[in-house]
């Protein structure tokens, strides 16, 4: 009688324990200066809710803020905006290609290719 109830003690414990991938992300490069990288942490379910960004010029933390997002099977779309909304700082346009995205950024008055990869 022991027994059964020690392991269904520890399989109850194991799952508490497991991560529950609630969240995810993706990591998005430029190939060409200069360097612009975006991480984006986003939740998973329905609508998929921007909960985390990160936008990095040449190494340099730019403060931002994200009022535009959209990812779907198809898409991922991003704007990114000065932290008082009143300039847009970043566009990116994204569609996938098998594991990762590929498209385009547009930042500073240019615009260059950039891939998102799952992180």
Known sequence: MRLPIAIAGLIGLSAIAAPAQATGGF???TASGPQIEIA?????????????HRLRVDGKLIASHAPQWWLDDKDMR?????PDAMKSLLVMRTKRVGYHF???VEYDGRTR???CKES
């Open 102 to 104: 590929d498209g385009q």
């Open 27 to 29: 990591l998005c490069k």
């Open 113 to 115: 290719w950039i891939r």
């Open 40 to 52: 984006l942490g986003f939740g998973h379910v329905p609508g998929a809710p921007l909960v985390g």
């Open 78 to 82: 991003l704007q990114l905006t000065s």
